[in-house]
């Protein structure tokens, strides 16, 4: 697993992390935002929660999962940069652009972005490859994409972090019988895996290809994460092509769950 803890996005150690990404999908720096930063990201994103908690799952903007007895969760807002000048501007910060970059070997724009709430209680998602979601709706090969995890809060194994397992990252994987996007989770047992522990600040870097999963938040608080993908600027219809496509599956999908007319807000 590649570490860094460094503020400075073309140090060396920084530049350890993008080489692990490069290698084998996956990279670790540790506080690259700092402690005031995530403050005031974190003010945002609880004033982005009140702002659109009560529009409820008919609003498509807001992702959901399910509790323990299966009831509907609001779990995360996605698209974020449209309604948030905060997250806007971070989506720009030259540090994460410098360092998809070099990771990416090109110039970069960005395909998506998400904030993830994962409330206590909220169960998380199994095992999956992103580029078996992303890539049809996107066109954007999986090698090409440089997710950036920016944990706002601490996350400790009971809260559900992620777990990656980068000696798939290119190995072909049979998928479950209900779903042929994910993995089968008998393709990880015995497989070498890294869950970091994450504090407020530390950024996760990961391409499309790597297999992954998380666990149900079993702790005590909201682990929030803000998500960017970043894609070669090559792509210039990316975004626009994946939320079109994102944004028609989501009402395929939840309107055998919600009951009223859906909408995005």
């Known amino acids: ?6 503020n400075d996005p073309l140090s060396s150690d920084v530049a350890q992390a993008i080489t692990g990404h490069i290698e084998s999908g996956f990279g ?3 506080r690259l935002l700092s402690r005031e930063e995530i403050d005031r990201l974190a ?22 999962r399910t509790d323990g007895s299966g009831r509907p969760v609001l779990d995360r807002l996605d698209p974020v940069s449209d309604i948030s000048a905060p997250f806007a501007a971070l989506n720009r910060d030259p540090r994460l652009v410098s360092i998809a970059r070099a990771g990416l070997g090109e110039a970069v724009i960005v395909m998506k972005e998400k904030l993830i709430y994962k409330w206590p209680g909220t169960r998380g998602f199994g095992p999956h490859r992103d580029q078996d979601y992303t890539t049809p709706k996107s066109g954007v090969p999986g090698c090409d994409v440089m997710t950036m995890s920016i944990a706002l809060d601490r996350a400790e194994r009971a809260t559900g972090p992620t777990e990656f397992f980068p000696s798939l990252r290119t190995r072909p994987t049979a998928a479950p019988p209900d779903e042929p996007r994910d993995v089968d989770e008998r393709e990880l047992v015995g497989v070498e895996s890294c869950m970091p522990e994450t504090h407020p600040g530390d950024v996760i870097l990961f391409d499309s290809q790597i297999p992954h999963r998380s666990d149900w938040n079993r702790g005590d608080h909201c682990r929030r994460v803000y998500m960017i993908s970043y894609v070669p600027a090559r ?8 939320y079109a496509a994102r944004l028609v599956a989501q009402d395929e999908e939840r309107r055998d769950l919600v009951k009223g007319e859906l909408y995005f807000e």
Do not use: K
Not at 43 to 63: D, F, M
Not at 235 to 242: D, G, I, K, M
């Open 43 to 64: 003010r945002e994103s609880e004033r982005l929660w009140r702002q659109h908690e009560a529009s409820g799952p008919r609003n498509l903007r807001i992702g959901i």
């Open 235 to 242: 792509y210039p219809e990316a975004r626009r092509n994946y």
């Open 1 to 6: 697993m590649n570490v860094t803890h460094a």
């Open 28 to 30: 670790l720096i540790r």
